[in-house]
């Protein structure tokens, strides 16, 4: 064991925090919270209930007593419950992490210990895998406003090729998630930074903290392959209303970072799509209000 990893597993709780905001997913949450007690690196562990109707936080108070449970009266979102995490965090680290994750029990020790000894990164994630086995293809680029657009609007279908080079550009076709490397953006489910540097934008509540993350640290963030954390994905997300969220949240995202001018533009020429997505959902049942 190197050095800086027995320092480590030496002051435990004091290193790192992790901070999970869950919603309704009280059975995968248990099997996340399990995971992390096997953690080779033990980490203060802050759960953020949002109003959960599924007995969530009374499974955290009966199953895992040493967990820090914040239980809201109200649905305070993905970034919104994030931000009270952090600021409950006592460790010098903070990962932000799914409730529908299984952590491999060297994972966070082989995050925190690289990001510990590379003060130039912004922050890390780990390679996240399907149940099956598959790899999941996180990590991008910043996105551009071409990017949105294109692929938020009926202009992807007139400009279809345009469209593909765009989005392999964005998601680094060309690396298969088999090798550490260097990205601009990391995933929301697997997110360690530095606790001074980490925080999301209180505007936004469920999409695109994790671009606005990097445009506001501006330093790049490492892909580390080693570390290995199974991930459900979309877990709670899976309604409508998570839909309206997500462009509510787009829209908000580029009035910030492209100006007002983009917003309306994109807010007009998505509609069809939007409105597409409404009437998929009605014929498949009833959009969920939540």
């Known amino acids: 064991m190197m050095r800086t990893e027995r320092h480590f597993a030496t002051i435990g709780l004091m290193i790192l925090s992790v901070v999970i905001v869950n919603y309704n997913t009280r059975d995968l949450l248990r099997a996340c919270l399990a995971s992390l007690q096997k953690a080779t690196l033990p980490p203060e562990i802050i759960v953020v209930d949002n109003a959960s109707s599924d007995g969530s936080a009374e499974m955290v108070r009966a199953e895992f007593p040493a967990v820090r449970l914040l239980a809201q009266t109200k649905n305070m979102w993905f970034c919104g419950g994030n931000n009270l995490g952090i600021q409950a965090a006592q460790g010098e680290f903070v990962l932000l992490l799914n409730p529908d994750t299984v952590v491999a029990p060297d994972a966070l020790q082989t995050m925190t210990t690289f990001l510990a000894a ?46 593909r080079r765009l989005n392999a550009h964005q998601w680094y076709a060309d690396w298969q998630r088999d090798s550490d490397f260097d990205v601009e953006v990391v995933p929301g489910s697997c997110t360690l930074m530095r606790r001074g540097e980490i925080g999301l934008n209180a505007a936004l509540w469920l999409y695109f903290p994790e671009d606005d993350l990097a445009r506001r640290v501006r330093r790049p963030f490492r892909f580390l392959a080693d570390a290995h954390i199974e991930h459900y994905e979309k877990a709670a997300t899976r309604n409508w209303r998570a839909t309206q969220v997500y462009f509510r949240d787009m829209l908000i995202y580029v009035r910030q970072h492209h100006g007002i001018i983009a917003m309306l533009i994109l807010w007009a020429l998505s509609r069809p799509v939007y409105w597409g997505m409404w009437a998929k959902q009605r014929m498949m049942g009833k959009p969920q209000k939540q």
Not at 121 to 139: E, F, S
């Open 118 to 163: 590379h003060p130039d990164y912004a922050g890390v994630t780990a390679r996240l895998i399907y149940p099956d086995g598959t790899v999941q293809k996180t990590c991008s680029r910043i996105p551009t406003f071409a990017y949105l657009l294109l692929n938020h609007t009926p202009l992807g279908m007139v400009f279809s090729g345009w469209k």
